[in-house]
Protein backbone atom coordinates (compact mmCIF):
# COMPACT_ATOMS: atom_id res chain seq x y z
CA UNK A 1 0.00 0.00 0.00
CA UNK A 2 1.03 3.48 -0.53
CA UNK A 3 2.45 5.51 1.79
CA UNK A 4 -0.10 8.19 2.86
CA UNK A 5 1.03 12.30 2.68
CA UNK A 6 1.59 12.98 5.73
CA UNK A 7 3.64 9.86 6.71
CA UNK A 8 6.85 10.53 8.62
CA UNK A 9 5.16 14.11 10.11
CA UNK A 10 4.72 13.68 13.90
CA UNK A 11 2.47 15.98 15.97
CA UNK A 12 2.47 16.81 19.69
CA UNK A 13 -1.06 17.94 20.04
CA UNK A 14 -2.42 19.60 23.45
CA UNK A 15 -5.45 20.65 22.56
CA UNK A 16 -9.06 19.87 23.01
CA UNK A 17 -12.63 20.18 22.16
CA UNK A 18 -13.00 20.83 18.66
CA UNK A 19 -10.87 23.28 16.91
CA UNK A 20 -6.98 21.89 17.44
CA UNK A 21 -8.94 18.21 17.53
CA UNK A 22 -9.98 18.92 14.14
CA UNK A 23 -6.58 20.21 12.75
CA UNK A 24 -5.47 17.06 14.01
CA UNK A 25 -7.66 14.66 12.62
CA UNK A 26 -7.10 16.23 8.94
CA UNK A 27 -3.60 15.70 9.73
CA UNK A 28 -3.84 12.17 11.39
CA UNK A 29 -6.07 11.21 8.32
CA UNK A 30 -3.42 11.77 5.53
CA UNK A 31 -0.71 10.80 7.30
CA UNK A 32 0.75 12.00 9.96
CA UNK A 33 1.55 10.90 14.05
CA UNK A 34 -1.03 12.43 15.88
CA UNK A 35 -0.24 12.39 19.82
CA UNK A 36 -3.24 13.57 21.69
CA UNK A 37 -1.65 14.53 25.31
CA UNK A 38 -4.39 14.98 27.70
CA UNK A 39 -4.56 14.75 31.77
CA UNK A 40 -7.24 13.59 33.85
CA UNK A 41 -6.67 16.72 36.27
CA UNK A 42 -8.82 18.63 33.46
CA UNK A 43 -10.11 15.90 30.86
CA UNK A 44 -11.18 16.80 27.17
CA UNK A 45 -14.34 18.27 27.86
CA UNK A 46 -14.96 16.20 24.38
CA UNK A 47 -15.47 12.77 25.93
CA UNK A 48 -17.95 13.91 28.90
CA UNK A 49 -19.77 16.12 26.20
CA UNK A 50 -23.63 15.40 26.82
CA UNK A 51 -24.57 15.53 23.03
CA UNK A 52 -22.07 12.25 22.20
CA UNK A 53 -23.33 9.92 25.29
CA UNK A 54 -23.71 6.62 23.67
CA UNK A 55 -27.11 5.09 25.05
CA UNK A 56 -27.33 7.57 27.86
CA UNK A 57 -24.10 6.03 29.35
CA UNK A 58 -21.29 8.26 30.35
CA UNK A 59 -17.82 7.20 29.87
CA UNK A 60 -14.64 8.98 28.18
CA UNK A 61 -14.26 6.05 26.11
CA UNK A 62 -17.98 6.67 24.68
CA UNK A 63 -18.29 9.26 23.41
CA UNK A 64 -19.58 9.98 19.94
CA UNK A 65 -18.45 13.66 20.07
CA UNK A 66 -14.91 12.57 20.68
CA UNK A 67 -14.80 9.96 18.61
CA UNK A 68 -16.36 12.16 15.46
CA UNK A 69 -12.82 14.57 16.27
CA UNK A 70 -10.17 12.47 17.01
CA UNK A 71 -10.14 9.13 15.12
CA UNK A 72 -6.61 8.49 13.42
CA UNK A 73 -4.85 9.91 16.54
CA UNK A 74 -2.78 8.07 19.66
CA UNK A 75 -3.35 9.24 23.38
CA UNK A 76 -1.61 9.34 26.30
CA UNK A 77 -2.04 10.92 29.41
CA UNK A 78 0.59 13.74 31.07
CA UNK A 79 0.29 16.64 34.14
CA UNK A 80 2.12 19.13 32.90
CA UNK A 81 1.23 20.45 36.36
CA UNK A 82 3.67 18.77 37.54
CA UNK A 83 7.69 19.75 36.73
CA UNK A 84 8.07 16.03 35.83
CA UNK A 85 4.81 16.13 33.45
CA UNK A 86 6.46 19.48 31.69
CA UNK A 87 9.64 17.83 30.91
CA UNK A 88 8.44 14.62 29.40
CA UNK A 89 6.34 17.41 27.46
CA UNK A 90 9.18 18.62 26.33
CA UNK A 91 11.25 15.67 25.54
CA UNK A 92 8.25 15.09 23.39
CA UNK A 93 8.21 18.16 21.59
CA UNK A 94 12.07 17.51 20.70
CA UNK A 95 10.69 14.39 18.71
CA UNK A 96 8.05 16.54 16.79
CA UNK A 97 7.66 18.29 13.92
CA UNK A 98 4.01 20.42 15.15
CA UNK A 99 2.49 21.59 18.05
CA UNK A 100 -1.22 22.60 18.60
CA UNK A 101 -2.30 24.10 21.26
CA UNK A 102 -5.98 26.06 21.48
CA UNK A 103 -5.80 27.37 24.59
CA UNK A 104 -6.77 30.94 25.83
CA UNK A 105 -3.77 33.29 26.13
CA UNK A 106 -3.05 33.30 30.01
CA UNK A 107 -4.16 29.50 30.58
CA UNK A 108 -1.09 28.90 27.36
CA UNK A 109 1.24 31.08 29.66
CA UNK A 110 0.59 29.14 32.77
CA UNK A 111 1.28 26.16 31.46
CA UNK A 112 4.10 26.97 29.86
CA UNK A 113 2.47 26.43 26.14
CA UNK A 114 4.11 29.83 24.25
CA UNK A 115 6.18 29.85 21.18
CA UNK A 116 9.20 31.38 23.01
CA UNK A 117 9.06 28.55 24.96
CA UNK A 118 8.44 25.78 22.62
CA UNK A 119 11.10 27.26 20.12
CA UNK A 120 13.88 27.19 22.99
CA UNK A 121 12.95 23.24 23.40
CA UNK A 122 13.13 23.26 19.23
CA UNK A 123 13.87 26.07 17.13
CA UNK A 124 12.66 24.57 14.00
CA UNK A 125 9.32 23.92 15.65
CA UNK A 126 6.28 24.32 13.65
CA UNK A 127 3.51 25.42 16.35
CA UNK A 128 -0.29 26.30 15.85
CA UNK A 129 -1.95 27.86 18.20
CA UNK A 130 -6.41 28.99 17.80
CA UNK A 131 -7.89 31.05 19.92
CA UNK A 132 -10.85 33.35 20.02
CA UNK A 133 -8.98 36.31 18.60
CA UNK A 134 -5.46 35.44 18.53
CA UNK A 135 -2.60 35.64 21.24
CA UNK A 136 -0.97 38.89 20.09
CA UNK A 137 -2.49 42.38 19.67
CA UNK A 138 -4.45 44.46 22.33
CA UNK A 139 -6.89 43.13 25.17
CA UNK A 140 -8.75 40.67 23.45
CA UNK A 141 -6.05 38.45 22.18
CA UNK A 142 -6.40 37.69 26.42
CA UNK A 143 -10.12 36.76 25.71
CA UNK A 144 -11.43 33.36 26.71
CA UNK A 145 -14.39 32.37 24.32
CA UNK A 146 -15.99 29.69 22.32
CA UNK A 147 -16.80 29.45 18.62
CA UNK A 148 -20.17 31.53 18.65
CA UNK A 149 -18.51 34.27 20.08
CA UNK A 150 -16.52 34.86 17.24
CA UNK A 151 -19.69 35.46 15.39
CA UNK A 152 -20.62 37.94 17.99
CA UNK A 153 -17.60 39.68 17.59
CA UNK A 154 -17.71 39.51 13.57
CA UNK A 155 -21.29 41.16 13.47
CA UNK A 156 -22.11 38.01 11.99
CA UNK A 157 -24.98 37.34 14.53
CA UNK A 158 -26.78 40.19 13.75
CA UNK A 159 -26.27 39.88 9.84
CA UNK A 160 -28.15 36.96 9.71
CA UNK A 161 -31.06 38.10 12.00
CA UNK A 162 -34.21 38.94 9.79
CA UNK A 163 -34.54 42.70 9.13
CA UNK A 164 -35.86 44.60 12.51
CA UNK A 165 -35.60 41.46 14.64
CA UNK A 166 -32.77 40.06 17.31
CA UNK A 167 -29.91 38.61 16.28
CA UNK A 168 -29.74 34.84 15.21
CA UNK A 169 -27.51 32.86 16.10
CA UNK A 170 -25.86 30.00 13.66
CA UNK A 171 -26.32 26.01 14.98
CA UNK A 172 -23.28 24.57 16.55
CA UNK A 173 -19.80 25.98 16.52
CA UNK A 174 -18.94 26.40 13.08
CA UNK A 175 -16.36 28.85 13.42
CA UNK A 176 -14.24 25.69 14.94
CA UNK A 177 -14.32 23.59 12.08
CA UNK A 178 -14.23 26.66 9.41
CA UNK A 179 -10.81 27.90 11.34
CA UNK A 180 -9.56 24.30 11.60
CA UNK A 181 -9.86 24.19 8.18
CA UNK A 182 -8.33 26.84 7.05
CA UNK A 183 -4.96 26.51 9.63
CA UNK A 184 -4.36 22.81 7.97
CA UNK A 185 -3.52 24.88 4.67
CA UNK A 186 -1.40 27.09 6.82
CA UNK A 187 0.10 24.28 8.48
CA UNK A 188 0.98 22.47 4.91
CA UNK A 189 2.76 26.08 3.98
CA UNK A 190 5.04 26.42 6.98
CA UNK A 191 5.97 22.48 6.93
CA UNK A 192 7.20 23.20 3.05
CA UNK A 193 8.87 26.47 4.01
CA UNK A 194 10.72 24.68 6.78
CA UNK A 195 11.62 22.16 4.32
CA UNK A 196 13.04 24.69 2.28
CA UNK A 197 14.85 26.96 4.75
CA UNK A 198 15.56 24.66 7.55
CA UNK A 199 12.97 27.55 9.77
CA UNK A 200 9.76 26.54 11.78
CA UNK A 201 7.02 28.99 12.83
CA UNK A 202 4.26 29.97 14.91
CA UNK A 203 0.79 29.96 13.62
CA UNK A 204 -1.26 32.14 15.56
CA UNK A 205 -4.49 31.89 14.61
CA UNK A 206 -7.96 34.12 15.25
CA UNK A 207 -11.45 32.27 15.14
CA UNK A 208 -12.82 35.73 15.25
CA UNK A 209 -11.12 36.61 12.14
CA UNK A 210 -12.24 33.74 10.05
CA UNK A 211 -15.00 34.93 10.32
CA UNK A 212 -14.80 38.18 8.87
CA UNK A 213 -13.31 36.33 6.22
CA UNK A 214 -16.22 35.32 5.25
CA UNK A 215 -18.00 37.87 5.55
CA UNK A 216 -16.58 40.12 2.67
CA UNK A 217 -19.47 41.88 1.51
CA UNK A 218 -20.69 43.27 4.83
CA UNK A 219 -17.70 44.90 5.50
CA UNK A 220 -16.42 46.11 1.79
CA UNK A 221 -19.84 47.51 1.67
CA UNK A 222 -19.18 50.01 4.51
CA UNK A 223 -15.31 50.41 3.32
CA UNK A 224 -16.41 51.44 -0.01
CA UNK A 225 -20.02 52.81 0.80
CA UNK A 226 -19.84 54.41 3.98
CA UNK A 227 -23.14 51.87 4.24
CA UNK A 228 -24.28 49.64 7.07
CA UNK A 229 -25.74 46.96 4.77
CA UNK A 230 -27.86 45.68 8.09
CA UNK A 231 -29.80 42.88 8.81
CA UNK A 232 -30.57 40.12 5.83
CA UNK A 233 -32.05 37.24 7.14
CA UNK A 234 -32.50 34.73 3.83
CA UNK A 235 -32.46 38.07 1.39
CA UNK A 236 -29.42 38.22 -1.39
CA UNK A 237 -28.52 41.63 -2.90
CA UNK A 238 -28.32 40.02 -6.42
CA UNK A 239 -30.92 37.49 -6.54
CA UNK A 240 -34.89 36.91 -6.00
CA UNK A 241 -36.20 34.74 -4.96
CA UNK A 242 -33.66 33.72 -2.55
CA UNK A 243 -35.22 32.55 0.58
CA UNK A 244 -36.35 29.04 2.11
CA UNK A 245 -40.22 28.03 1.78
CA UNK A 246 -42.37 25.84 3.94
CA UNK A 247 -43.10 22.06 2.63
CA UNK A 248 -45.42 19.98 3.14
CA UNK A 249 -45.34 18.08 6.90
CA UNK A 250 -43.98 19.23 9.79
CA UNK A 251 -41.01 21.64 9.80
CA UNK A 252 -39.83 21.01 6.38
CA UNK A 253 -38.62 22.94 3.85
CA UNK A 254 -36.33 24.10 0.34
CA UNK A 255 -33.97 26.66 -0.18
CA UNK A 256 -34.63 28.57 -3.34
CA UNK A 257 -32.13 30.86 -5.03
CA UNK A 258 -32.19 32.28 -8.42
CA UNK A 259 -29.72 34.44 -10.43
CA UNK A 260 -31.31 35.03 -13.55
CA UNK A 261 -34.22 35.64 -15.57
CA UNK A 262 -34.33 32.44 -17.09
CA UNK A 263 -34.38 30.16 -14.05
CA UNK A 264 -37.43 32.66 -13.09
CA UNK A 265 -38.99 31.27 -16.11
CA UNK A 266 -38.02 27.99 -15.64
CA UNK A 267 -39.98 27.99 -12.45
CA UNK A 268 -42.98 29.68 -13.26
CA UNK A 269 -43.28 26.81 -16.03
CA UNK A 270 -43.22 24.18 -13.61
CA UNK A 271 -44.97 25.72 -10.72
CA UNK A 272 -47.85 26.22 -14.23
CA UNK A 273 -48.13 29.63 -13.60
CA UNK A 274 -46.61 31.21 -16.51
CA UNK A 275 -48.35 34.48 -15.77
CA UNK A 276 -45.56 35.17 -12.88
CA UNK A 277 -43.74 35.37 -15.20
CA UNK A 278 -44.98 37.87 -16.95
CA UNK A 279 -46.17 40.24 -13.68
CA UNK A 280 -44.50 43.75 -13.76
CA UNK A 281 -43.68 42.79 -10.23
CA UNK A 282 -41.18 39.93 -11.60
CA UNK A 283 -40.80 40.56 -14.77
CA UNK A 284 -36.88 40.69 -14.43
CA UNK A 285 -33.96 40.72 -11.90
CA UNK A 286 -34.48 43.97 -10.00
CA UNK A 287 -38.20 44.48 -10.33
CA UNK A 288 -38.06 41.23 -8.38
CA UNK A 289 -35.62 42.18 -5.71
CA UNK A 290 -37.87 45.41 -5.29
CA UNK A 291 -40.59 42.95 -4.77
CA UNK A 292 -39.11 40.37 -2.79
CA UNK A 293 -42.04 40.22 -0.03
CA UNK A 294 -44.67 39.64 -2.91
CA UNK A 295 -42.83 37.24 -4.65
CA UNK A 296 -41.93 35.37 -1.45
CA UNK A 297 -45.70 35.05 -0.53
CA UNK A 298 -46.54 33.77 -3.66
CA UNK A 299 -43.82 31.08 -3.80
CA UNK A 300 -44.26 30.12 -0.30
CA UNK A 301 -47.80 29.24 -0.92
CA UNK A 302 -47.14 26.92 -3.88
CA UNK A 303 -44.29 24.96 -2.01
CA UNK A 304 -46.88 24.35 0.89
CA UNK A 305 -48.16 21.30 -1.31
CA UNK A 306 -45.06 19.72 -2.11
CA UNK A 307 -42.28 17.43 -0.20
CA UNK A 308 -38.97 19.47 0.12
CA UNK A 309 -37.05 16.55 -1.60
CA UNK A 310 -38.48 15.99 -4.26
CA UNK A 311 -39.75 19.29 -5.38
CA UNK A 312 -35.85 20.02 -5.08
CA UNK A 313 -35.13 17.60 -7.07
CA UNK A 314 -38.06 18.35 -10.06
CA UNK A 315 -36.22 22.17 -9.75
CA UNK A 316 -32.70 20.83 -10.48
CA UNK A 317 -33.73 18.60 -13.05
CA UNK A 318 -35.17 21.97 -14.93
CA UNK A 319 -32.49 23.69 -13.71
CA UNK A 320 -33.56 25.85 -11.16
CA UNK A 321 -31.16 26.36 -8.28
CA UNK A 322 -32.80 24.73 -5.13
CA UNK A 323 -32.32 22.17 -1.79
CA UNK A 324 -33.91 20.55 0.35
CA UNK A 325 -33.14 21.69 4.26
CA UNK A 326 -32.21 18.55 6.09
CA UNK A 327 -32.47 17.71 9.71
CA UNK A 328 -29.85 15.28 11.23
CA UNK A 329 -32.27 12.61 10.92
CA UNK A 330 -32.52 12.77 6.97
CA UNK A 331 -28.54 13.97 6.77
CA UNK A 332 -27.52 9.87 8.52
CA UNK A 333 -30.36 8.65 5.63
CA UNK A 334 -28.80 10.44 3.03
CA UNK A 335 -28.19 7.77 -0.01
CA UNK A 336 -25.67 10.00 -1.41
CA UNK A 337 -23.70 10.90 1.59
CA UNK A 338 -23.64 6.90 1.92
CA UNK A 339 -22.90 6.72 -1.58
CA UNK A 340 -19.99 8.77 -1.66
CA UNK A 341 -18.37 7.60 1.47
CA UNK A 342 -19.02 10.43 3.99
CA UNK A 343 -20.09 8.25 6.52
CA UNK A 344 -18.15 6.01 8.33
CA UNK A 345 -18.91 2.76 10.10
CA UNK A 346 -16.70 1.98 12.66
CA UNK A 347 -16.47 -0.97 15.46
CA UNK A 348 -16.05 0.64 18.90
CA UNK A 349 -15.04 -1.92 21.95
CA UNK A 350 -17.44 -0.53 23.99
CA UNK A 351 -19.99 1.32 22.03
CA UNK A 352 -20.53 -1.27 19.47
CA UNK A 353 -21.02 0.68 15.45
CA UNK A 354 -20.10 3.77 15.92
CA UNK A 355 -21.13 5.83 12.52
CA UNK A 356 -18.81 9.24 11.68
CA UNK A 357 -18.36 11.84 9.23
CA UNK A 358 -14.86 11.22 7.36
CA UNK A 359 -13.14 13.45 4.83
CA UNK A 360 -15.15 15.95 2.53
CA UNK A 361 -12.84 15.38 0.18
CA UNK A 362 -11.63 12.57 -2.34
CA UNK A 363 -7.88 12.55 -3.91
CA UNK A 364 -7.60 10.01 -6.44
CA UNK A 365 -3.93 9.07 -5.31
CA UNK A 366 -4.84 8.54 -1.74
CA UNK A 367 -7.76 5.59 -1.93
CA UNK A 368 -7.53 4.82 1.59
CA UNK A 369 -7.28 7.31 4.69
CA UNK A 370 -6.77 6.73 7.95
CA UNK A 371 -9.62 6.06 9.97
CA UNK A 372 -8.55 4.17 13.08
CA UNK A 373 -10.47 4.21 15.47
CA UNK A 374 -10.49 7.17 18.47
CA UNK A 375 -8.25 5.93 21.30
CA UNK A 376 -8.81 5.16 24.82
CA UNK A 377 -7.60 7.75 27.92
CA UNK A 378 -4.17 6.96 27.93
CA UNK A 379 -4.18 4.72 25.53
CA UNK A 380 -0.67 4.81 24.20
CA UNK A 381 0.86 5.12 27.13
CA UNK A 382 3.68 2.45 27.37
CA UNK A 383 4.25 2.68 23.44
CA UNK A 384 5.06 6.61 23.41
CA UNK A 385 7.05 6.70 26.88
CA UNK A 386 8.54 3.41 26.54
CA UNK A 387 9.15 2.84 22.91
CA UNK A 388 9.49 6.76 21.58
CA UNK A 389 10.59 8.52 24.96
CA UNK A 390 12.72 5.23 26.53
CA UNK A 391 11.58 5.12 29.53
CA UNK A 392 11.15 1.62 31.61
CA UNK A 393 8.33 0.06 32.49
CA UNK A 394 9.37 0.36 36.15
CA UNK A 395 9.71 4.34 35.48
CA UNK A 396 6.44 4.63 33.89
CA UNK A 397 4.78 2.73 36.69
CA UNK A 398 6.16 5.37 39.41
CA UNK A 399 4.98 8.10 37.02
CA UNK A 400 1.63 7.09 37.17
CA UNK A 401 1.89 6.90 40.86
CA UNK A 402 2.93 9.68 41.06
CA UNK A 403 0.29 11.12 38.96
CA UNK A 404 2.75 12.55 36.52
CA UNK A 405 1.49 10.21 33.97
CA UNK A 406 -2.19 10.56 34.46
Known sequence: MAPLPLEGIRVADFSWIINGPQIAQWLATMGAEVIKIESQVYIDIGRINPAGMADGKPGPNRN???????????????????????DLACDLIR??????????????????????????????????????????????????????MACCFAGMFDAQGYPGGPPRQTGGTWPDYAIASAVVFHTLAALRHRKRTGEGQWIDASMGETVIGQMN?????????HRDRGQW??????????????????????????????EWKALCALAQHPEWARDARFVDRQARLNHRE???????????????RELAATLQKAGVPAGP????VELHEDRHLWEWGYWRKMDHHEVGERIIPGMPVKMSNVPKLNYSMPPDVGQHNREVFGGLLGL???????LMEQKVIY
Open 64 to 86: GFYHMLNYGKKAINLNLGTPKGY
Open 95 to 148: KSDLVIECFPRPVSERLNLTYARIKAVKPDIVMISVSLLGKTGTEPSGWVGWGP
Open 217 to 225: EWFMDYFMN
Open 233 to 262: GNRDAMMAPHNTYKCKGEDRWIAIAISTDA
Open 294 to 308: DLDALLGAWTRSHDH
Open 325 to 328: VLDS
Open 392 to 398: SDAEIQT
